[in-house]
């Protein structure tokens, strides 16, 4: 199933800014998921995810927009885990993330 309105997609990535410095890894972590098309995340993003698959990997940069408030470049490497449909209630209402600890040293987001 390719990615596209009202499927929820599980990723892993790994964000860097424009000078290489990793602001966020999730590479090795869990995946998150979320509602593709709910308007969360960057439209840049989104697009950019528009017709991947589970396995698919991608590099993404996003390009300084600071109107949009990206007020630097940032390259994302991203692994699809999962693509299925969203449920009524999902589509209804979203996705809801909950915030649980992985361990001392790790902050995870769970839907």
């Known amino acids: 199933m390719k990615i596209k309105r009202n499927t929820v997609v599980s990723l892993r990535y790994r964000m860097s800014n424009s000078k290489g410095e990793i602001l966020e890894d999730l590479m090795n972590g869990p ?12 439209p840049q ?27 630097d470049s940032f390259e994302l490497e991203v692994i699809i885990d999962t693509v299925r449909l969203a449920n009524k209630a999902e589509i209804a209402s979203g996705l809801h993330e909950k915030l649980v600890n992985c361990d001392e040293d790790c902050v995870c987001y769970k839907s």
């Not at 998150?32 to 960057?42: H, M, P, S, T, V």
């Not at 995810?49 to 990997?57: C, E, T």
């Open 31 to 42: 995946a998150i998921e979320y509602l593709y098309g709910d308007g969360k995340i960057d």
């Open 45 to 71: 993003l989104e697009q950019e995810l528009a017709g991947l698959q589970k396995g698919d990997q991608k590099k993404i940069t996003l390009e300084k927009n600071v109107g949009k408030g990206l007020d």
